[in-house]
């Protein structure tokens, strides 16, 4: 599977104030998209900022985002860092060229082109003022039942603000983005290493406060692809082990002295089975019965049992899902 992004920064505006984040930010989303965490390649990514070699003009964006789409059928990524702005049709994505009375380009209109593309998947990511209007209903008042996003299955948005909010740059870097950053480098990573939209919303909005701009989520996803690939804290070919310790979710699996390296009774494999336990219990999947400590445990003869996590994630091996 194939996976194409397109990224956008803008500080500087003819018509508009000077932001100072945009780039280094969207310079940031494209570095970390472009490869997953064991240097495979991930997005393949088109950055455009501003100041650069090309005005991000209304004309040069559409073009982009017409491009993006154009006869794809697996992932497309959409990031924007710059202004938005609200008007009386809906939020607007300020360009380069942007004017008061005609900022740029609706964010409806991107979000048309993904609910009528061929991708399989599409994730727009907007760090701008007002973005939380994306997807609603145009002319819908924000307190209204009926400003409700219409995505076609496949179709995910990560927006910086609620419609009404602004969204802040701290130091230079945008706020939302520097969230959204740390969850792709492994923040939000589920034990797998995997980094999903979903998990990116979770990791931004548990960082930010009752008072703090607040971030949205909006989907229609029938299934949580990776956005990008983490390191794992626990590798598959060791989850697919799970069955042969704990043939029952509620199994406990008896530890002695011979499963600890440092004891003169030590046995090699229940050594190198014991090492294996400790990776479990690390990611959260694992426990002693009594008390915390491994060590501990099979020096007293105790034994281990799955958490609710660990038992998750046997019943994905036992489906095959892993």
Known sequence: MSKRALIVGINEYDHF???????????????????????????????????????????LLRQQWRELFQDFKDDVLFYFSGHGTPTDVGGYLVTQ?????????????????????????????????????????????????????VLREGVTILAASRPTQVSTEVEGHGVFTNLVLGALRGGAADVRGRVSAASIYGYAEAALGAWDQRPLYKSHAAHLNPVR??????????????????????????????????????IPNN??????????????????????????????????LLTDLGQFYLQLVNDKRI
């Not at 799970?242 to 002695?256: C, E, G, N, V």
Request: charged residues 25%.
């Open 271 to 304: 050594v190198a089975i014991f090492k294996k336990f400790k990776r479990l219990q690390i990611a959260g999947l694992l426990k002693p019965k009594v008390g915390e400590d491994l060590y501990w445990t099979a020096e007293r003869s105790g034994t281990v």
């Open 17 to 59: 104030d000077a932001l100072a984040g945009c780039i280094p930010d969207a310079a940031a989303m494209a570095e970390v998209l472009s490869r997953n965490a064991d240097d495979t390649v991930n997005f393949d990514s088109r950055l455009f900022t501003s100041p650069g070699p090309t005005r991000l003009t209304r004309a």
């Open 97 to 149: 060229d942007g004017v008061k009375d005609d900022p740029g380009l609706p964010m409806e209109e991107v979000v048309t082109m993904a609910n009528n593309s061929t991708a399989a998947t599409v994730l727009l990511i907007l760090d701008c003022c007002f973005s939380g209007s994306i997807g609603n209903s145009a002319g819908v008042p924000a307190g209204n039942l009926e400003n409700r996003a």
């Open 229 to 266: 690939i983490c390191e794992a804290r626990v590798s598959d070919p060791l989850l697919r082990e799970l069955p042969i310790y704990f043939p029952t979710r509620a199994h406990k699996y008896q530890l002695d002295m011979t499963y600890e390296e440092t004891n003169g009774a030590a």
